[in-house]
């Protein structure tokens, strides 16, 4: 009798094995929440869905609904479904002609598509790490490649630490970083270390962009380690969702005011005709926002991702805003859109659908931009 | 009589403790080495999981299994407590050193032109090949330390194997759930440290228990 029920524990564990592993495979069924499956694959990294909900088109990383890498409208294929997308065209205020652009990431390929609609010579390199993504960016989501438009199927990293071995080093003047999913947290694209080999393929006019989740303290080390590599960094807030984007740039860029941005963001406005609001993106800047004080350097030997992924932030950003004086006394929060010699057209908060409201600066007694006194001019 | 009784009883039970205790640091630092090892070497050869994990993995297999070789040898070995504690001091050395051998031997393997997948093996079978080794020499050893009766030897082949996976996997969740937060470089310093006292330990130990075997082996 004993020996018996010695025997039947390894036969226990194997059932309780089978039962998970039934439980696992039975959880494959999507449910069709965003959209009708379209294509499905598991590719190395991910298990990929296309899904298509009315006219537009989402790529989707692992079962979780609602979060995707690229979404195009296949009725108007140059709209832009996302608001980082946009955002990701902000390096273009500090270099509005990129020659030689590198982009770390393929997802839909919604990034380079829009670059080179709008910079018809420019030369484009993007690395993407899944050699099963290209495929489905042309087939599904109207990528292309041509002769000066390449994807190369390489880590980020080792792409560009390849590149520093290429004599002579190619120089890119926009930079875009987009390697991240919901899950897929690739600690060694955010490194010091890395941003470092990043700058050094950098030119002095160029700019980097990285599109990063601006709501948990990941961000905060993000940050600083931006600042720490490049001297200084400004973020791009998302609006309407939670994307945020860091910019810095080769040596010969200058920071920018938020008047200065949305001056150049007007002119891009008028010069290429955007299917986007150029104004938009330029209204987004934060110029004076820093890391948290305890927000740590990222490095390759410490670099604690998924668990800063997961707290919230010591001092979110979204809180920052804008304020409006007025000379009745009156005290409006909300975002600049145009400080002029003659007026201030600003969006209040809470009423970001709504049409912005503009005062002559007669009646207007200050303007404070992200935190800094903007008029009257300090002296 | 007195030797039968020996051959029943074994090693006795604190020492069957300590034996256990070697063997389930060692297993706990397997694993965790290995899982730091892919972290390491991500920056140089990239993430693709087929690549790095892949050869970290291999390296850490074909090592182990030179190590059980080299660990049933010594088990016959009349010095296996003081080699093995030397060869545990010597690991714990390199684990220590580890971190400032990475960037100079990645860097020579990338200039010479490896690609990804044989510059990820090359460099995982140079920096950790040999500590690897090292560490798999101790579970077949303590089996021979253990086994005083061919009896013996199938239920002590079992245990040690059994607490040294259970360690493995400890060290596998710790790390990977905890220690990854930590910086690696401190986290190997201090692994090191740990397995270069376990080595002194047992080579002390040695030199402590020799004169007495001396003594035991002249009486007989």
Known sequence: MRKRSGKAWPGAALAVMLIAGAVTVSGGRTAARDGTVIFQRNSLYHHIYVLQQGTVRHLRFGRQAGIYQTSVD??????????????????LLYNPSPRRVLIIGLGGGVMPRV??????QAEIDVAEIDPDIPPIAEYYF????DERLRVHVNDGRTFIRRLRRQDPVPRYDYIVLDAFSGDYIPFHLMTREFLEEVKGVLSDDGVVVANIFSNNRLADAQLATFFNVFGWCQVFLGGRSANAMLVSAGSEVEPLTAARALQHGEWLHWEHDFAFDMRVVARRLRPGLRPAR??????????PVHHLRRQPPTDPWAETHDVVELRDGTRHEGWVLQLTQQQVIFQLKGQEGEAART???GQVRTVTIEGRQEFPAAQ | MAEQETATTGVPLLN???IIAVVCICGWLVMQTEILGARILTPYFGSAIYVTMGSVIGVFLLSLSVGYMLGGWLSRRRASMLLLGLALVAAGVWLVLLPFMVEPLCDRLLDAGFSDEWGSLVAALGLFGAPLVMLGMVSPTAVGWLTTSAERSGPNAGLV??????ASFSGTIVTAFYLLRLSVGRTLRVSGLVLIVLGAVLALRWAWAAPGRAAEEEGE
């Open chain 1, 115 to 120: 670059l080179r609609r709008h910079f018809p």
């Open chain 1, 294 to 303: 305890n927000a740590p350097v990222l490095t390759d030997d410490r670099a």
């Open chain 2, 16 to 18: 069957r403790l300590g």
């Open chain 1, 359 to 361: 005062w002559p600066l």
């Open chain 2, 161 to 166: 194997m059994s607490t040294s996976t259970v």
């Open chain 1, 74 to 91: 296949t009725a108007r294929p140059h709209r832009h479904v996302h608001e980082y997308t946009e955002l990701a065209m902000c390096g």
């Open chain 1, 142 to 145: 109207g990528f292309r490649e």
